[in-house]
């Protein structure tokens, strides 16, 4: 199995994990805020220069999100 193959496992048992704590959607967004924040804080410690590319990777998700409420597609 692939590293990107573990995290996508593991991700996908989280999301699981937090439907079944809490199954209604609006309850998630400030895990989603706290696990981007978390992110955020792995990224600077491992090289501050990597700001930068946390914002680009925002803004990107940002653009998919929006993609998503307008498309309804991911």
Do not use: C
Not at 4 to 23: H, P, S, W
């Amino acid at each position: 199995m692939s590293k990107e193959d573990g995290l996508r496992d593991i991700l996908e048992e989280t999301a699981k994990e937090m439907a079944r704590v809490d199954n209604n959607p609006r309850t998630w967004q400030s895990w989603m805020v706290y696990l981007l924040g978390r992110l955020d804080r792995e990224a600077m410690d491992e090289n501050p220069a990597h700001k930068v590319a946390f914002d680009e990777m925002l803004a990107s998700l940002e653009d998919a999100i929006r993609t998503r409420i307008k498309t309804g597609g991911w």
